[in-house]
């Protein structure tokens, strides 16, 4: 492996001082040295190669020796200081201290094409920031992690990527459903990547521990490697800092909304500072399309991370940085002014994200209500939201609204018995009021339908998919993996081999565990 190593993070940030690996408070410190945990047979499942090659990475690496023991936490690339980062955050709403990579091992950074990379596992072992838990990974959330982090970016969504899975040959006691049932799992480390993991909780943390010292020398390394176009060290530096953070955390949410993708534990910490999706937990992808819907089982009660919710989440979790990067800036006017611009950005994004959707493009006053009437149509029974979108592209916009009108998303309502009497009228209006206001586009249906498929996808990581894929691994079969790794990397795609996953979930899936139903439990 021929690596170009450029480590900044270990380097120019204060480091613990402290070198045991015991759980502790970490103070005045960015990150702790720490060894990754050696696994008593590593093996690579699956190697993301286009994320290889965007490393400097060949093919013949990805089956080497020495790309298994590095990236199973088995041997340390020479010259290299693995690291724990020190971060806090604010969960379900509450201030929760000092978190921290409990199980998440930075490696190294790479430079390749003048790209900075870092590279961490996840599921390597325990650091000092593990508090009460073991600092492993189990082999079903890898998988998910795996598989949708690489998907969402084939999708075009910010996020962090994967470069490999595999399986640490140890076994991990997990109690799934937090019932007093735990069972041994096939344990799993996931090298991810990103220019950086930093989050929001990576400066609150100093803020609330008033150690204005470090939050400003994080905040200069964060511009000067990050926001290089900004003025580190000044005032207005870091609210423009604060702005972009703004705007890319705005951004990734319009297309999580866009997809119907639902993250399930925006945590502070879970925020990362360049607007990446990070830490896949548990996560879901909408089926029906509904807006209180969760897939987070430990949000159950209030639904906070809900997909509907996401947006005002965002903006909650933008106050705590504000507040975090408050003592440097030292006026909250210019911060709320930010905040402000972020409701009023998200209207405007939000519209011309939701009339791609349904492919409208020119500006009418009244595409806000079409908008918002669909959006409540689509509730009125169980509606498919992947395969509505994808097929509302087959809608002539001369076509008569007769008898079969709804012929060309009929396969999208999973209880097609109930579309019937008024919630039959209501669609009948809409899709009147729709094909009038196509009228208005001057663009054919053709062109309309090949617009409308780049920005809805054809094929996602549905719940009972990643399920499937699950049940085979732990059977030792990795087919699913591959095939899903596969056909998600053309999501817009037609793949006339794949129709079977553009299909609504199966009943099966409906309230089983993995499927509808997640736990925190990884
Ligand atoms: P999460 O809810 O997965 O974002 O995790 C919240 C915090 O718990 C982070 O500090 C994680 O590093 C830590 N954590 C989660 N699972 C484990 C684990 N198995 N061992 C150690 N720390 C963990
Ligand atoms: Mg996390």
């Not at 990067?325 to 909250?332: G, H, K, S, T």
């Not at 009108?405 to 097609?416: H, I, R, S, T």
Request: proline share 4%.
């Amino acid at each position: 492996m021929n690596l170009t190593i450029k480590d900044t993070f270990n380097t120019e940030l204060p480091a613990d001082h402290l070198k045991e690996n015991t759980r502790r408070q970490v103070m005045q410190a960015c990150f702790s040295f720490v060894t990754p945990k050696s696994t008593s047979k590593p093996g690579i499942v699956h190697a993301s190669k286009e994320l290889a090659r965007d490393l400097g990475l060949t093919e013949n690496d990805l089956k080497s020796e020495e790309f298994k023991n590095i990236f199973t936490g088995n041997s340390i690339l020479p010259d290299t200081n693995p690291y724990a980062m020190c971060y806090g955050g604010h969960q379900f709403g509450n201030w929760a201290g000092q978190l921290g990579d409990g199980r998440a091992i930075n490696l190294f950074e790479v430079n390749h094409n003048n790209k900075q990379w870092a590279l961490q596992l996840k599921g390597a072992g325990e650091t000092p920031y593990s508090r009460t838990a073991d600092g492993l990974a189990v082999l079903r959330s890898s998988i998910r992690e795996y598989l949708c982090s690489e998907a969402m970016y084939h999708l075009g969504v910010p996020t962090t990527r994967a470069l490999s899975l595999a399986l640490t040959g140890d076994q991990v006691l997990r109690d799934v459903l937090y019932n007093g049932n735990p069972e041994y799992e096939k344990g799993a480390v996931v090298c991810r990547v990103a220019p950086t993991f930093l989050r929001f909780g990576n400066f609150e943390i100093f803020s609330a521990r008033q150690d204005k010292k470090t939050l400003k020398t994080l905040s200069d390394y964060t511009i000067r490697h990050f926001f290089p176009h900004l003025k580190e060290g000044t005032k207005e530096g870091y609210l423009d800092f604060f702005r972009e953070v703004t705007n890319s955390t705005l951004d990734m949410i319009i297309h999580w909304q866009r997809v119907g993708f639902v993250h399930g534990v925006m945590n502070t910490d879970n925020m990362s500072i360049l607007g990446l999706t990070i830490d896949y937990g548990p996560y879901g992808w909408l089926e029906g399309y509904e807006e209180g819907w969760t897939p987070n089982t430990t949000d159950r009660q209030y639904k906070r991370y809900r997909y509907g919710n996401q947006i005002n989440i965002g903006l909650w979790n933008l106050y705590q940085l504000a507040n975090a990067l408050f003592p440097l800036i030292e006026d909250a006017k210019p911060l709320e002014a930010i905040l402000k611009e972020y409701l009023e950005n998200y209207a405007t994004k939000y519209l011309s994200m939701m009339k791609s959707k349904i492919g409208l493009f020119k500006p009418d006053g009244n595409d806000p209500e079409l908008l918002a009437r669909l959006e409540s149509n689509l509730q009125l029974t169980e509606t498919d939201m992947t395969i509505f979108f994808r097929n509302l592209s087959h809608i002539a916009k001369d076509s008569p609204t007769n008898d079969n009108f709804l012929a060309p998303v009929w396969d999208a309502f999973y209880v097609q018995e109930e579309v019937k009497g008024h919630i039959l009228e209501k669609w009948k209006l809409w899709f009147t009021d729709y094909k009038s206001r196509l009228q208005k586009e001057s663009i054919s249906d053709g062109e309309r339908a090949e617009k409308m498929n780049k920005v809805n996808p054809k094929y996602v990581l549905r719940n009972y998919m990643a399920q499937l894929a699950i049940d085979g691994a732990d059977k030792g079969d990795h087919t699913l993996i591959n095939e899903f790794f596969q056909l998600l990397k053309h999501p817009y795609q037609e793949q006339s081999t794949a129709e079977k996953w553009f299909a609504k979930r199966p009943e099966w899936a409906r309230h089983k565990v993995g499927c509808s139903m997640l736990s925190c439990s990884s």
